[in-house]
């Protein structure tokens, strides 16, 4: 299937832990994202990357790194993570230019305790 | 700064009703607005893009138009079914930026 795709889908994990989530497309897009969708489910944008550049690095805690090994991939590694990272995040690619359309991953709960 | 918004923020209607979801934005300079689905648990679906030269798209039942200048779009779902229930969010990409910046969303709900 030609698709966004994430994982793991759940994480769970305590304070202060380190973790990552993958995310790959086979939709051969050049430029990936990651958003945030918070509690009150609002969504918004961390980080972009074209061909494994970044290009949109919103005002995101340096405790989030985004890693592309290649264009095809856009993984997410949180360090020293917080209750208040608890929230969904989505992984969605596009091709490059100010008319194409994003795909959305399924996305990642992470639940911090 | 851009803003989007949403009304209603949520709605209840029975089967077979046409219904009108509404979304505004601030800044009228955009690239494209799209409509996403989002079922609970699951991730977002494009439903329509509309390209900042276009008025509207169809797709199915489901028809969205754009008023640029008025800073607003309206996603038309004709013949509602159960099978609609979900949030629907808009979003717009631009001015000037590749990042979408999403609405507040409207919880539908459409009842047998």
């Known amino acids: 299937d030609t698709a966004v795709s994430q994982t793991p889908k759940y994480l769970v994990t305590q304070m202060g832990n380190d973790k990552s989530i993958k995310c790959e497309q086979n939709?051969?897009?050049?430029?990936m994202y990651w958003y945030k969708q918070d509690s009150k489910k609002f969504l918004k944008i961390m980080f972009s990357y074209n061909n494994k550049e970044l290009i949109i690095n919103e005002t995101v805690p340096n405790r989030f790194s985004p890693k592309s090994p290649d264009k095809a991939h856009l993984n997410l590694h949180i360090n020293s993570l917080e209750l208040g990272d608890s929230a969904v995040y989505f992984c969605a690619s596009s091709s490059r230019g100010p008319y194409n359309e994003q795909f959305f991953g399924p996305g990642t709960r992470l639940t911090v305790l | 700064k851009q803003e989007v918004t949403q009304i209603p923020a949520a709605l209840s209607v029975p089967e077979g009703e046409n219904l009108v979801l509404n979304c505004s934005f601030t800044?009228?300079?955009?690239?494209?607005l799209q409509w996403f689905r989002q079922d609970p648990g699951k991730g977002l679906t494009s439903l329509l893009l509309i390209q900042s030269s276009q008025r509207e798209q169809t797709s199915g039942r489901l028809n969205a138009s754009l008023d640029k200048s008025s800073g607003r779009s309206t996603l038309y779902i004709a013949a509602s079914q159960p099978g609609d229930s979900a949030t629907y969010l808009c979003a717009v990409l631009g001015p000037n930026t590749d990042k979408l910046i999403f609405g507040t969303g409207t919880r539908l709900q459409v009842f047998p």
């Open positions: 939709l051969g897009h050049d430029t």
């Open positions: 800044d009228s300079a955009i690239y494209n």
